[in-house]
């Protein structure tokens, strides 16, 4: 795992816990519900890699 994934992931996590904090839970898994969807499609729609090699 890379600094860039840990960083992002660390990131989230206090985003989803700032919210859920003074909000409701329902409120942060809906939140995070939808970016996991658009992260999903973006995923799809992006080109893969043409050369064989996997991304790391």
Do not use: W, Y
Not at 21 to 40: E, S, Y
């Amino acid at each position: 795992m890379n600094t860039t994934k840990q960083v992002g992931g660390a990131l989230g996590l206090a985003i989803l816990v700032s919210v859920a904090g003074p909000v409701n839970h329902r409120k942060a898994f809906l939140i995070i519900a939808a970016l996991m969807l658009m992260v999903a499609v973006l995923a799809f729609l992006l080109p893969a890699r043409r050369d064989g090699r996997v991304a790391e």
